[in-house]
């Protein structure tokens, strides 16, 4: 699992596993998914705003509107 925070545009991504090829889904405003076009496994989530979401960066909970199933 890999985290990445763009502080300048306030972008957080959570990427999960090896980059494939994928397409994105806006699953709500400034939420996005990308799901592997073979596996249809989600890959990635991606929020806009996520500082101005959650108030702050540190101790942040999110929940997601999809379920994410980590295989190691």
Do not use: Q
Request: proline share 4%; glycine share 8%.
């Amino acid at each position: 699992m890999k985290l990445y925070y763009d502080e300048e545009g306030d972008f957080l991504e959570i990427s999960i596993g090896k980059p494939t090829k994928c397409h994105a889904e806006e699953i709500e405003p400034g939420v996005f998914i990308r799901i592997d076009e073979n596996t249809k496994e989600i890959k990635s989530v991606g929020i806009l705003n996520f500082k101005k979401r959650t108030g702050k960066i540190g101790e942040v909970s999110v929940d997601l509107p999809e379920e994410i199933r980590l295989i190691s």
